[in-house]
T-cell receptor, first 120, second 111 residues
Framework: DTGVSQDPRHKITKRGQNVTFRCDPI?????LYWYRQTLGQGPEFLTY????????KSRLLSDRFSAERPKGSFSTLEIQRTEQGDSAMYLC??????????????????FGAGTRLSVL | EDQVTQSPEALRLQEGESSSLNCSYT??????LFWYRQDPGKGPEFLFT???AGEEKEKERLKATLTKKESFLHITAPKPEDSATYLC????????????FGKGTKLSVKP
């Protein structure tokens, strides 16, 4: 399977605990995005990386959230001191940026299956 | 203020009953408009991307069109397996490449 892979698929935790999610992008994709989706809503942007550099963070990404992408490959998203309001589906996407690449894929983002977080 | 608005929120069709989903946007400097399909408990699956007004894309029973302020996803003779939530998203000059999504249209197709 050469798609975006996320682990774990489901995570149940108690309020106040720390959790970490992993995302493996499509190989050779240089951009990696994190989104959060709650029931009945579209995904909301959290942050993105170009290679190993974190280029943008949403105001949704509080100080309890941190993301890394060491060596520009896989990425991790950590939530510290989880709160019930953090319960959501966390989606990862990857894309290949640039002009004239692969006949005009133009930053099409491909998503993983997501990690569903439930904070009790 | 929502930048991407989808309507209707939910749509029920009989198998074979064609219809359209709407996505309107208010952003300036549109770079791309994207349609995704999302099944329950899964991540969004890419369908189409449109870049300029007048552009059209087709795939099986789906056809996406784009004007200066909105996009339509036309579904011709839908089948039950087309049941899903259809998400519209845009990128624009101020979005740094990240997608701004609408809330989606939940489509149910009954046999």
């Amino acid at each position: 399977d050469t798609g975006v892979s996320q682990d774990p698929r489901h995570k149940i935790t108690k309020r106040g605990q720390n959790v970490t999610f992993r995302c493996d992008p499509i190989s050779e994709h240089n951009r990696l995005y994190w989104y959060r989706q709650t029931l009945g809503q579209g995904p909301e942007f959290l942050t993105y990386f170009q290679n190993e550099a974190q280029l943008e963070k949403s105001r949704l990404l509080s100080d309890r959230f941190s993301a890394e992408r060491p060596k520009g490959s896989f990425s991790t998203l950590e939530i510290q001191r989880t709160e019930q309001g953090d319960s959501a589906m966390y989606l990862c996407a990857s894309s290949l940026s640039g002009r004239g690449i692969l006949g005009g894929t133009k930053n099409i983002q491909y998503f993983g299956a997501g990690t569903r977080l439930s904070v009790l | 203020e929502d930048q991407v608005t989808q309507s209707p929120e939910a749509l029920r069709l009989q198998e074979g009953e064609s219809s359209s989903l709407n996505c309107s946007y208010t952003v300036s400097g549109l770079r791309g408009l994207f349609w995704y399909r999302q099944d329950p408990g899964k991540g969004p699956e890419f369908l189409f991307t449109l870049y300029s007004a007048g552009e059209e894309k087709e795939k099986e029973r789906l056809k996406a069109t784009l004007t200066k302020k909105e996009s339509f996803l036309h579904i011709t003779a839908p089948k039950p397996e087309d049941s899903a939530t259809y998400l519209c998203a845009v990128t624009y000059g101020g979005s740094q490449g990240n997608l701004i999504f609408g809330k989606g249209t939940k489509l149910s197709v009954k046999p």
